[in-house]
């Protein structure tokens, strides 16, 4: 139980970044922005999620500045799931390790 | 005072923001030409690129996913999205032959050494943005 706690926290406490150089079959690579990621001119997309249901989907704006994009993430199927409002695909967070997740994007009916 | 974390090599603000805001951040990895600079973004031109949009440029790809974006610059052509590493020439997107995508300006996404240009348009607009929003530099 601790185990799963501790993942949580991690999971709420973390500015998730995706390194599409890691990205595999499985699916994308995103790790703590905190890891040493490489850098890139190719835009990285971010997350954040917190506790209340609320997620933070971050793109880069014409500035180059990160834009926020309001989400909201739920269990699905025990996996968790982001779903930003502006009716973009789903990310569905397939693996978790303290540092790095797997997702998968899915378009709104896919399971 | 923090590291810029992610990746991310910089940002700018457009003219007429929150003055809050208002300024150019760059990754100390991706400036200048030695000590921390790392390659391929170790030419100096993050800061061309950021310090461009201070002044008012916009990426050469108006930031749409298609044809329909704008610069608002008369001279750079119209471009499809954005291009990224040491393209090979041409790149030919939105009907821009022959010459196709200006990816050696500094106002895309390639490496540094692929890029070194700004167009005379680009320049005019960056003088008007001196002469303007940002006339208080001088």
């Known amino acids: ?111 | 005072m923090r590291t810029l974390g992610g990746g991310l090599l910089g940002y700018a603000q457009f003219p007429g923001g929150p003055p809050a805001t208002d300024g150019v951040v760059i990754n100390y990895r991706a400036f200048g030409t030695t000590g921390t600079a790392q390659a391929p973004f170790d030419k100096g031109r993050t800061a061309t690129h950021e310090i461009g949009h201070y002044f008012n440029l916009r990426h050469i790809w108006a930031d749409t996913p298609d044809c329909s974006g704008s610069d608002m610059v008369a001279d750079t052509p119209n471009c499809a999205g954005p291009n990224y590493g040491t393209p090979s020439w041409p790149h030919i997107t939105c009907n821009n032959g022959p010459n196709g995508d200006m990816f050696m300006n500094y106002m895309d996404y390639t490496d540094h050494a692929a890029m070194f240009m700004f167009t005379a348009q680009q320049v005019l607009r960056m003088r008007t943005a001196l002469d303007a929003a940002r006339s208080g530099l001088g």
């Not at chain 1, 704006?61 to 789903?90: F, H, L, M, N």
Request: charge should be negative.
């Open chain 1, 1 to 111: 139980m601790a185990g799963k706690d501790a993942e949580q926290a991690q999971l709420f406490g973390t500015t998730w970044v995706h390194v599409f150089e890691e990205d595999s079959s499985q699916g994308a690579m995103y790790r703590s922005e905190e890891d040493d990621i490489p850098l890139s001119r190719r835009p990285r997309e971010r997350f954040q999620l917190e506790r209340n249901g609320v997620a933070r989907v971050l793109i880069p704006g014409p500035d180059d500045r990160y834009v926020e994009q309001p989400a909201k993430w739920s269990e699905d199927k025990g996996d968790v799931v982001i779903r930003p409002c502006t009716g973009k695909p789903s990310l569905r967070i397939i693996a978790q390790s303290p540092s790095r997740l797997i997702v998968r994007a899915q378009q709104p009916g896919d399971s």
